[in-house]
């Protein structure tokens, strides 16, 4: 045993076409054969623990190996008392994010009309910012990678809803209004979270690919 764990760069030895040549040949040649066998499935791209931050941003986006992506947020708790989530999508890897009055076509949520928007919210409430508050629930971004429009929107979980410490348990699923799409069709390739005013109290934010073959 070598006693370590295998890396990409660690070789083994493969017999080239069967009854061939004895050849090197790196790990990673082996996950990427794996890989054009095994084909779909959910697969870990990031994760990001936040701790009072303004945004947080995802840029790894593959179109040559993701069709879709499934983002993951646990404990994510705004600063501010009924604070909105925001996405915002970015063209240009995230160097600059879509913030036009018309940039998103979305549905509508408690502080937000349908139509045009500068944002995609999610959910139809704002968030509670005490313990036990805030936004658990998945997010699904559809087909960034066609130049057609562009879907997001909260797909499953719970979201505690403004003044839960004056009404406790108060709470609505995430599902429940908000979301939307690009206005324009437009390869999209990377993706912010915020929140409508202040910063990210703390939360987790996991992202996944859905592995086109």
Not at 55 to 63: E, L, Q, R
Not at 166 to 191: D, E, H, L, R, W
């Amino acid at each position: 045993d070598i006693g370590a764990a295998l890396v990409d760069a660690d070789l083994m030895i493969v017999d080239d076409g069967a009854g061939g040549t004895n050849r090197k040949a790196t790990m990673a040649r082996l996950a990427t054969y794996m890989g054009t066998k095994i084909g779909g499935g959910l697969e870990f791209i990031a994760t990001a623990d936040i701790s009072n931050a303004a945004t947080v941003s995802f840029t790894g986006f593959d179109s040559s190996k993701y069709d879709s992506y499934k983002f993951t947020f646990a404990n994510f708790l705004p600063v501010t008392d009924d604070a909105d989530v925001y996405a915002l999508l970015s063209v240009d890897s995230g160097s600059n994010y879509l913030a036009a009055s018309d940039s998103y076509t979305i549905v509508p949520s408690e502080h937000a009309s349908a139509g045009d928007s500068a944002f995609i919210p999610f959910g139809y409430n704002g968030l509670s910012n005490v313990d036990g508050g805030g936004m658990t629930a998945t997010v699904d971004v559809i087909g960034p990678h066609l130049n057609k429009r562009t879907y997001v929107y909260p797909a499953s979980g719970m979201i505690n809803i403004a003044d839960e410490s004056v009404t406790p348990n108060y709470f609505n699923a995430a599902s429940y209004g908000g979301g939307g799409q690009t206005k324009a069709n437009t390869v999209v390739n990377a993706i912010q979270f915020k929140f409508s005013s202040g910063n990210i109290a703390s939360g987790t934010i996991t992202m996944y690919g859905l592995v086109n073959s």
